[in-house]
């Protein structure tokens, strides 16, 4: 059943990646297609101007030479509408060719919400990866440990002796160093698509600007441009505030990894006295280097914001005042905090 549930979580963001890869090479092959089409429209466009320009041009002299003339020359019925027929079918042009960059600019966009799904499936993927091996690392721990309570049980009974204080447990560096390893990863993505959506957001701006200053104006492609930009800046500042969280949290488990040498003497306290710390939390603080009471008393308002991040635990220390029963606990058993 557990290499069921693990097959089945490997192959969920496998699967997604898998679609979002498909979406993403038909918006590509999509947006070829319109671009051919917009690079005829464009080829059209510049065949009708030339011909209008020398319409109006053999109109000018026919008019000139009229003026000069006793008696004016009129006007071939037959040219002034070709005339008329060639500004129709230019306008329409015209029209044709922003629909299908207004439809372009969509596929550009609906491309990069791809990219930008694929890159945090990805992340998820890793995730999930680093799950999975702490989990049959504990898996296998516990093997050992039921493995060597069995030998115990059948080994013959022996004289009690006094139980000796247990070794001081060493900080999961390896853990720690994982956990930051995958933080960085993360961080790395995400400024690479901070990358992106800033160019995205500055391209609409540029767009914006330019259909202003538009003659004649262009109301529904402005309005498109202007709901596009919001959306940019909207997932931009999103991004901006992931960014931020993650930096938060790299710096905070840098701090506790610099600081492991320091306390490599000192013994670890008992976590769960904590009201609100149960076994799972204590393991997960072990986990990320917190061993002491001490250490959860001098959090500052970074390290405590960072640690309900990569616990979810939310606002749980705080609520229950994590911090003021550490120093508590410590000064009754190791005397006064500064």
């Given at each position: 059943?557990?290499?069921?549930l693990?097959l089945?979580?490997y192959?969920?963001?496998l699967?997604g990646?898998?679609?979002a890869?498909?979406a993403?090479?038909?918006?590509?092959w999509?947006g070829?297609?319109m671009?051919?089409?917009?690079?005829?429209l464009?080829?059209?466009i510049?065949?009708a101007?030339s011909?209008?320009r020398?319409?109006?041009?053999?109109?000018?002299?026919?008019?000139a030479a009229s003026?000069?003339?006793e008696a004016?020359?009129?006007?071939?019925?037959?040219a002034?509408?070709?005339?008329?027929?060639?500004?129709?079918?230019?306008?329409?042009?015209?029209?044709?060719a922003?629909?299908?960059?207004d439809e372009?600019l969509?596929?550009?966009?609906?491309?990069?919400?791809?990219?930008?799904?694929?890159?945090?499936l990805?992340a998820?993927l890793e995730h999930?990866?680093?799950?999975h091996t702490?989990a049959?690392?504990?898996?296998d721990?516990?093997?050992?440990?039921?493995?060597?309570a069995?030998?115990?049980?059948?080994?013959?009974a022996?004289?009690k002796r006094?139980?000796?204080?247990?070794?001081?447990s060493?900080?999961?560096?390896a853990t720690?160093?994982?956990?930051i390893?995958?933080l960085?990863?993360?961080l790395?993505?995400?400024?690479?698509?901070?990358?992106?959506?800033t160019q995205?957001?500055d391209?609409w701006?540029?767009?914006?600007?330019?259909?202003?200053e538009?003659?004649?104006?262009?109301?529904?492609?402005?309005?498109?441009?202007?709901?596009?930009?919001?959306d940019?800046e909207?997932?931009?500042v999103?991004?901006?505030s992931?960014?931020e969280?993650?930096?938060?949290?790299t710096r905070v488990?840098?701090?506790?990894e610099?600081?492991?040498?320091a306390r490599?003497n000192?013994?670890?306290?008992?976590?769960?006295?904590?009201?609100g710390?149960?076994?799972i939390?204590?393991?997960?603080?072990?986990?990320?280097?917190?061993?002491t009471?001490?250490?959860?008393a001098?959090?500052?308002?970074?390290?405590?914001?960072?640690f309900?991040?990569?616990?979810?635990?939310?606002?749980?220390a705080?609520?229950?005042?994590?911090?003021q029963q550490?120093?508590?606990l410590?000064e009754?058993?190791?005397?006064?905090l500064?």
């Open positions: 059943m557990s290499s069921l693990w089945l979580l192959l969920a963001p699967l990646l898998t679609a890869l498909f993403w090479f038909g918006w590509q999509r070829s297609d671009q051919k089409r917009i690079d005829e464009t080829a059209q510049d065949a101007q011909a209008l020398q319409a109006e041009t053999e109109h000018a002299t026919t008019r003026t000069t003339s004016p020359a009129p006007i071939d019925p037959a002034a509408v070709e005339l008329q027929r060639l500004r129709d079918d230019l306008k329409s042009a015209q029209s044709e922003r629909l299908r960059q372009a969509k596929s550009g966009e609906a491309a990069l919400a791809l990219e930008t799904e694929m890159a945090r990805l998820d999930l990866r680093a799950a702490s049959q690392a504990e898996l721990s516990l093997r050992s440990a039921a493995a060597a069995d030998e115990t049980a059948e080994a013959p022996k004289p006094k139980r000796s204080t247990p070794a001081k060493k900080v999961p560096t720690l160093r994982e956990k390893t995958e960085e990863s993360q790395n993505t995400h400024q690479a698509g901070l990358a992106t959506l995205e957001r391209d701006q540029r767009r914006i600007t330019k259909l202003e538009q003659t004649p104006a262009d109301p529904a492609g402005l309005g498109l441009a202007h709901r596009s930009f919001a940019s909207k997932r931009l999103a991004a901006t992931e960014i969280r993650l930096q938060n949290q488990l840098l701090r506790v610099e600081s492991t040498a490599a000192v013994p670890d306290d008992d976590l769960t006295q904590i009201k710390i149960k076994k939390i204590s393991e997960q603080l072990h986990a990320h280097g917190i061993r009471w001490r250490q959860i001098l959090w500052d308002e970074d390290e405590q914001r960072a309900s991040e990569l616990l979810a635990f939310k606002n749980r705080a609520r229950e005042q994590w911090q550490a120093r508590a410590h009754a058993a190791h005397g006064p500064p």
